[in-house]
C-alpha cells in the first residue's frame, strides 16, 4: 500500500473522550452492568436468566466503532464513506447512516461500485479489513483512510505474506464470500479456501490419492485463487484462517493437513512442504467460544443466541448449542420476539426467517443467553426485557 502517511490514520483520533457519551447511551446497558455484577444471572419470578461469561462487544469491534464515530467528528465536513458494514450488527450500522456516513453500494453481482466515492473524500475500512485490490483502488483516487481493520485480522494477513513470500499456496479455514477471508485471499499469490473439515478430507484425499482435476477445479472454483492447478499447488501448503471460525475446527484441519503432508513427503522433507498455522483464532472468539461450551453445561431450557444474522462468530456459537443438543434460536435483536409469544430465528442451512410459537413454556423456565461479539449490550438488554414481559403475561 501507497497511501501517504498524511492520508492513512491507523490510530485513533484522540477523540474517544468527546464519542465516549455517545457510545455509552447507544450501545450500553445498566441492566447488563447489573447482571454481571450478580453472576450473570438474573431470577424474576418463575423466569432465570443465565448470560454467557464472555459476550458482546470484543476491543477490536468496539475499537472500529469508536474509530467511525470519531471520524464523523474529525471530519465534520467531509463526505465519509465505509466500504462494508463496519462490524456485523444491523443497529450499530443504521446508526452509521444516521450520521451521514455513507456505506459504498454492491451492485447485483455483489461487486462493490465504488464510482461515487471521489478525491478528498474519507473511507474507513471495516474490522474485517479490505482487500488489496480496493486498497489500490482507493490510492488511486487521492481518499483518506481510517483502518480499523482489527490486529487479529492483521495478524493473519501477515502469516499470508509470508507464505506468499515462501511460495507456499494459503489453505485459508474460512467462507468465501466472507469479507475477511476476501480481504486475507488477496494477500496471497495461491490460495484454497477451505470452509469445514469435510471439505479439507477431499482436498487431502486429492493430495494423497489423486482424483478427477476437472471435478476438484469445479467444486472449488469460487475458493480457489485465478489459474488454481490441484496437481501443482496443493505440493507447498500453510494454514491459515478466517479469525472467527470455530477454533476445534480449525485445529483439526490443521492437524489433517500436517498428518497428509507428513504421509506425502515424510519427517525429514515436512517442513519444505508444510507450515503450521499457529494460534490466529482471535481471543475473543475464544473466549466467547469458551464460555458458550460452559454455557451449555448448565441446566436450560433454551438457549438465544443474538448477533447479526451474516455474523461468523456468531452463528459459530448457535452451531455449538444445536450440536450439543439443545433448543436454541439465533436472532438479531428484540424486534425478533413476539408479537405474543412467538420468535423469529435464522438456522444456517435457511435463507429466510423461521417462526415459532409458543417458544416460551409457562412455569419455571432457565433460560440462557449470549451473543456474538459484535453485538451491543443494549440489544442484549432489549431481548432479556421481552423475555420478562412475556412471562409475566405466561406466568
Not at 444491523?90 to 471521489?118: H, Q, T, W, Y
Not at 476437472?214 to 489459474?227: Q, T, V
Not at 451474516?310 to 443438543?325: F, Q
Request: proline share 4%; glycine share 8%.
Amino acid at each position: 500500500m501507497n497511501v501517504p502517511a498524511s492520508k492513512y490514520y491507523r490510530k485513533s483520533f484522540g477523540l474517544k473522550g468527546e464519542v465516549q457519551g455517545e457510545l455509552q447511551a447507544e450501545y450500553e446497558s445498566d441492566l447488563i452492568t447489573r447482571l454481571r455484577q450478580n453472576g450473570n444471572t438474573l431470577t424474576c419470578g418463575n423466569v432465570t436468566i443465565k448470560l454467557a461469561e464472555a459476550f458482546g462487544f470484543c476491543w477490536g469491534v468496539d475499537r472500529a466503532v469508536s474509530m467511525a464515530y470519531e471520524t464523523r467528528r474529525h471530519f465534520p465536513d467531509r463526505r465519509i464513506w465505509i466500504t462494508n458494514e463496519i462490524i456485523h450488527n444491523p443497529v450499530v450500522n443504521s446508526k452509521l447512516r444516521e450520521m451521514n456516513i455513507d456505506f459504498v453500494p454492491a451492485g447485483c453481482s455483489g461487486k462493490k461500485d465504488f464510482s461515487d466515492v471521489a478525491a478528498g473524500d474519507v473511507v474507513i475500512l471495516p474490522a474485517f479489513g479490505a482487500s488489496v485490490e480496493e486498497m489500490q483502488l482507493l490510492e488511486s483516487k487521492s481518499c483518506e483512510i481510517v483502518d480499523t481493520t482489527c490486529p487479529w485480522v492483521s495478524r493473519v494477513w501477515n502469516r499470508v505474506a509470508r507464505y506468499q513470500q515462501e511460495d507456499f499456496t494459503a489453505i485459508l479455514h474460512g467462507k468465501y464470500k466472507h469479507e475477511e477471508t476476501v480481504a486475507t485471499s488477496s494477500r496471497a499469490k495461491h490460495y484454497l479456501i477451505i470452509q469445514n473439515l469435510e471439505e479439507a478430507r477431499r482436498v487431502c484425499a486429492y493430495i494423497l490419492q489423486g482424483g478427477d482435476r476437472a471435478e476438484f477445479l469445479k467444486r472449488f472454483r469460487a475458493a480457489s485463487s485465478a489459474g488454481f492447478d490441484p496437481d501443482k499447488h496443493l505440493v507447498r501448503l500453510g494454514i491459515a484462517n478466517q479469525t472467527t471460525m470455530l477454533k476445534g475446527e480449525t485445529e483439526q484441519i490443521g492437524k489433517l493437513f500436517e498428518q497428509t503432508m507428513l504421509l506425502k513427503y515424510g519427517t525429514q522433507c515436512l517442513e519444505e512442504h508444510f507450515l503450521s498455522p499457529g494460534d490466529t483464532i482471535c481471543n475473543a472468539t475464544q473466549e466467547r467460544q469458551d464460555a458458550m461450551l460452559q454455557l451449555v453445561d448448565e441446566p436450560l431450557d433454551v438457549i438465544l443466541v443474538i448477533g447479526g444474522y451474516n455474523s461468523s462468530n456468531t452463528g459459530h456459537l448457535y452451531e455449538i448449542a444445536a450440536k450439543n443438543g439443545i433448543l436454541a434460536y439465533h436472532i438479531d435483536g428484540p424486534k425478533c420476539i413476539g408479537p405474543g409469544n412467538r420468535i423469529a430465528y435464522k438456522v444456517p442451512a435457511q435463507k429466510d426467517p423461521l417462526v415459532a410459537d409458543k417458544w416460551l413454556k409457562a412455569g419455571s423456565t432457565i433460560i440462557g443467553v449470549t451473543s456474538g461479539a459484535s453485538t451491543p449490550d443494549k440489544v442484549v438488554a432489549e431481548v432479556v426485557e421481552r423475555i420478562l414481559e412475556i412471562k409475566t403475561d405466561l406466568g
